[in-house]
């Protein structure tokens, strides 16, 4: 078992900045891929950001490259999500998810889900 608890999200203008975290606990974080995805209101959850297990290879959906960064620190169990330029269309609850192996980019590939934490991008 794997407990993913995030922190960091709350409320921002559009074009600002905020850095998520979630913590891992329970199994040996580093052989865990890491995953962001996002739900907005009425939508179904999506693909943000992934990293491997070492963070030595990453990926993000068209939607947030050049401005979402997803690092890892595997000594502290953590991995970040670095938002920067943030929109309005960025708002939604934003969920941290582990899987052992490879990384993947869809929600059925994870095995380990936080909670969420909410993110609200003001126009």
């Known amino acids: 078992q794997v407990q993913l608890v995030e922190s960091g999200g709350g409320l921002v203008q559009a074009g600002g900045s905020l850095r998520l975290s979630c913590a891992a606990s329970?199994?040996?974080?580093?052989?865990?891929?890491m995953g962001w995805f996002r739900q907005a209101p009425g939508k179904e959850r999506e693909f943000v950001a992934a990293?491997?297990?070492?963070?030595?290879?990453?990926y993000y959906a068209d939607s947030v490259k050049g401005r979402f960064t997803i690092s890892r620190e595997n000594a502290k169990q953590l991995v970040y999500l670095q938002m920067n330029s943030l929109k309005p269309e960025d708002t939604a609850v934003y969920y941290c998810?582990?899987?052992?192996?490879?990384?993947?980019?869809?929600?059925?590939?994870?095995?380990?889900w936080g909670q969420g934490t909410q993110v609200t991008v003001s126009s």
């Open positions: 998810a582990a899987r052992p192996g490879v990384m993947v980019t869809t929600t059925v590939g994870y095995d380990f």
């Open positions: 329970g199994r040996t974080f580093s052989v865990l891929a």
């Open positions: 990293i491997s297990w070492s963070g030595g290879s990453t």
